[in-house]
Every structure is written in C-alpha cells, then in structure tokens.
C-alpha cells in the first residue's frame, strides 16, 4: 500500500466573509491511496475553528495512513476507522481524509462509483445551497442574484455582522421568489437572535442555522421556540455525543465530514427520539461550500456520489415519524406539524423545496 500527502492553497474568485473573520484562499490536504494498481483519493479543508489545520492535519496524516496499512485491507472500513479513531481520537479532519480515501478506493475497485456502492438513491439527493459571505449590501445582493442566475435554487447568507437588516434585505430585493437559509455562526445572543428572528421569517428564510453561541443551548432552544423557521445546530454540534443535549432544542444540526469524520450517507437523514418522545430530524452534510462563480461541472446534481458543496438535507419531525410527533403536545412539536403541513389552516414551509432537487 501506497499513499502520498500533498496540501493545496486554493485561492478565491473573492473573499468569503463570515462573523468571525475573512478567508481568501481555501486550504486543502488530499491523501491518495494506491493499493493493488488502484488509487483512491481523499480530501479535506481543516478548520481551526474546530482545532485542527492543514500542519496538525499533514502531521497526523502518516499515523493514520500507517493504521490503514496496518489492518491491510482498504475494503476493511469498519475496522480502519476504529483504529484510526484510536490514533487521532481527536482530529476528525485528518481522520476524513483517510476514511474518504478508503471509501473511494473500494468503490473504484469495485468498479462502480461510491453513491451505487452505499446504495444510494440519486432521486433523492437533496438540494444543494449557494453560501453568499458577508459583504456590504449591495455587493451581497449581487452575488445572491448572480447565483440565482447560474442555476441556484436555494442561498443561504451568512450573517451576524454590524448591519445584518441591510444585507438581508438587500439579497430579498434582488431574489425576492429564492429560498433563503441563514447562518449567524454563533453571532447573536438569545435576544438579539429572537428579535432578528421576526423579520427573517417574516422575509420567507426556511432555515435559520446557529444564531447563537455554539454552548448556549438554552437560547438555541428560545430561538426555536419563538419562529416556525428551522433552527439548525452548526457550531454547537461537533460530534454525535452533542446531539443528545441539543435534540429538544433545534429542528436540524449540519454534520461535516472535516469536523466529525461522519462515516455515513451524504444527504442522509437521522433522526433521533428525544426524551419526551418527539423526534428530531437531522441532516448530514459534506464539505466547505464551493465559492462563486461555480463551473458549470459543479451546478446541483441529482447523481453527483460526493458532493464537496455544503447544503442541507431537512425533514420535519412529523414527516421522519408521525406517530411519535403526533403525540406530543409541545409547543415545538405543534410547530413541527404546522411546518409539515399536518396542522389545519397552516402549510409546510420548507420540506417540498428542502428536498427538491434542483
Ligand atoms: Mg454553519
């Protein structure tokens, strides 16, 4: 068995912007894997938000690739990642790489592509999302229009600076029929976030993604508690251990390879019985989101087996289990039917265009 590590600074068309800082290049480590005259690759973007870098992910990348040499069999998956697990419990980006190489290397040996090889359903891939970064108004209403016009569906702007009403409202006037998602990253307090809250739903947003301090899981709960808008945990879900303490207080986390080193079904859904019985639903996402403009290669596809675009896959909870929504009687799980459709006189939001492909 072979491998090589090679890193990648890839530049960007622009700056991204988010609350907390700029990039304008996206760093990358990709691990190939060649073993028995096939090679399979990985990749990842670390994040240092979540502890890990492109010099930590290179360091610990000839550990891992040697615990894969170890166990001697690529198509062994389970008990590689077990063991890689054991040799970098805590770098799940370094560990990503390895476990997506190993997973395409089994897949190009077998000779069919990974999406067949998981058994995956292309008809339901869900739709993929344009990130539009922070910037000022005009340009930020710029880019969600031009997004639009490549064939965007579905945006989700990042929030959480000194003007948020003005950017939004911006994006709204220049794609006023588009789906929109928002994603603070952790900007807002509980207040400020239940104030904006109010006049994001009343601008038609779907999706409402970490609004507040990844460990403020009692104001992630306020906000979910005052919007029909899903509430999505980013920043304050890293590993499964967090989904317990944040299931009866969100509607969606947004899993990421690079951060938990997910081994699942891109676009899968989990979904999870919380305590008081209501389930939650629960999307798996991918990698960093691609940067404008994409190459008409990179457009949402329903067939695509990896996708390295950033989206989200929602269901409501009713939807994922009726019976178990059905028989609550929180007012969260009132809202959840009223998203799905299921209550009189109100209609799903989000599920129909959540899970329409592009
Ligand atoms: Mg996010």
Redesign the pocket.
Known sequence: MNWTVSRHDLPLSAPFGISRGTSEICECVVVELTHEGTTGYGAVTPSAYFGETTETVTETLPDLLAAVDEVGDPHAGQRIERLCREVAPDQPAARSAVGIAVADWAARTLGVPLYRQWGLDPERVPATSYTVGIDPPEEMAAKAHAAVEAGFGILKLKLGSDDDRARFDAVRAAVPETELRV?A?AAWDADEAVAKAGWLEAGGVTML??PVAADDVAGLARVTDVTTMAVCA??ACQTATDIPRLADACNVV?VKLPSAAVRGRPGGWFTLPTPTGSPRCLAVWSSPAPRFPPPSTSRPSSTTPTSTARSCSMRTPSRASPSRATGSTSGRCRRARARAGSEPGKTGRFPASAVNRQ
Do not use: I, R, S, V
Request: charged residues 55%; proline residues 0%; hydrophobic residues 0%.
């Open positions: 994603d990253n993604e970490q980013d920043e947004n």
